[in-house]
Nanobody, 115 residues
Framework: VQLVESGGGLVQPGGSLRLSCAAS????????MRWFRQAPEKQRDLVSS???????SYTDSVKGRFTISRDNAKNMLYLQMNSLKPEDTAVYYC??????????WGQGTQVTVSS
């Protein structure tokens, strides 16, 4: 199993980023997939989930700004992040299955929101 996140970077407040997660080694289409984030000196928190039926959910702080999506044909998970705020600064990870992540964690992708 491998999860490889990409797409992070430095962006000004109000800007946008699109994160990608390339998944391999498991039947991607059979799992709910999730995005998590970990800010410095804080625990890793769930940001968003998308089920196999493409039902989505979001933590309150990102509702209306972030959009999760998946492409089962490509084994890819995405997170479109708009209207970014400094408090969105974190390392972002993807995982699937359980609410705490079933698979080995990838390296994550750093998102920094700063002027």
């Amino acid at each position: 199993v491998q999860l490889v996140e990409s797409g992070g970077g430095l962006v000004q407040p109000g800007g946008s980023l699109r994160l990608s997660c390339a998944a391999s080694g498991f039947i991607f289409s059979a799992y709910t997939m999730r995005w998590f984030r970990q800010a410095p000196e804080k625990q890793r928190d769930l940001v968003s989930s998308i089920t196999t039926a493409t039902s989505t959910s979001y933590t309150d702080s990102v509702k209306g700004r972030f959009t999760i999506s998946r492409d089962n044909a490509k084994n890819m998970l995405y997170l479109q992040m708009n209207s970014l705020k400094p408090e969105d600064t974190a390392v972002y990870y993807c995982n699937g299955g359980s609410m705490s992540g079933t698979f080995p964690w990838g390296q994550g992708t750093q998102v920094t929101v700063s002027s």
